[in-house]
């Protein structure tokens, strides 16, 4: 059974607009939670990892919140751009060491047009 | 200049052939894994080296086998690959105690005909 589900799969955007991309999860125990941007046939890049309850992070354009209580996640894009044109994956890893094991999620592919 | 190299990235095979995929990093971390990705899926993990020589099999090591014998390279063999087993293959190292440091290669795309 999937233990990170996102949503939407896929969105298209018009360059500019905001979006949110959604991650719940049923991992136990839930150490951190990761957000990627991986480009068409590239490799995965981290965007930010939040770690403790409530936590909120912001990386440029880029800023997301956990909530542990209801094993949720979201990732706000701001003033989208044509390069944000990729697929976000949610990783929930259940320890912060590489003893634990990280589940992924499908990943939400955004398209973003002029 | 932190890295994960992936070598090759696009490898066409037929079915029964041995298959080859090579993995290196330059940030001596200690722990390396290999994934697959596939359509509708999230990555899977197939096998995780904690360090040279210390391998452990991943959610679906079937059909693989790993070496790791430097720290800095980890491969990923196919005996006799099966064409379910195309797919889109991705390295990932971290240090063992801080999945914070995880960083990915680019993947090999392998199709087995």
């Known amino acids: 059974k999937t233990q990170v589900e996102q949503s939407p799969q896929s969105l298209v955007v018009r360059q500019g607009e905001n979006c949110v991309l959604q991650?719940?999860?049923?991992?136990?125990?839930?150490?951190?939670l990761r957000w990627f941007k991986q480009d068409t046939g590239k490799g995965l890049v981290s965007l930010t990892v939040l770690v403790h309850e409530n936590d909120k992070t912001s990386n440029g354009r880029y800023s997301a919140t956990l909530d542990k209580d209801a094993k949720h996640s979201t990732l706000h894009i701001t003033a989208t751009l044509l390069d944000d044109t990729a697929t976000y994956i949610c990783?929930?890893?259940?320890?912060?060491?590489?003893?634990?094991?990280?589940?992924f999620g499908a990943g939400t592919q955004l398209i973003v047009i002029p | 200049d932190m890295k994960v190299t992936q070598m090759p990235r696009y490898l066409i095979k037929r079915m029964g052939e041995n298959v080859l995929l090579e993995c290196g990093q330059d940030?001596?971390?200690?722990?390396m894994y290999w994934y697959r990705q596939d359509p509708g899926l999230g990555l899977q993990l197939i096998y995780i080296s904690y360090d040279v020589d210390s391998n452990s099999e991943g959610d679906i090591p079937k059909g693989y086998r790993v070496s790791r014998k430097k720290r800095e390279h980890f491969s990923l063999i196919l005996d006799s690959a099966k064409t379910n087993q195309t797919s889109v293959y991705f390295c990932?190292?971290?240090?063992?105690?801080?999945?914070?440091?995880?960083?990915f290669g680019a993947g090999t795309r392998l199709s087995v005909l």
């Open positions: 990783v929930v890893g259940d320890r912060g060491s590489a003893l634990g094991r990280l589940h």
């Open positions: 940030m001596s971390h200690e722990t």
């Open positions: 991650c719940n999860y049923s991992v136990t125990p839930d150490n951190h």
């Open positions: 990932a190292s971290s240090l063992r105690g801080n999945q914070n440091t995880l960083y």
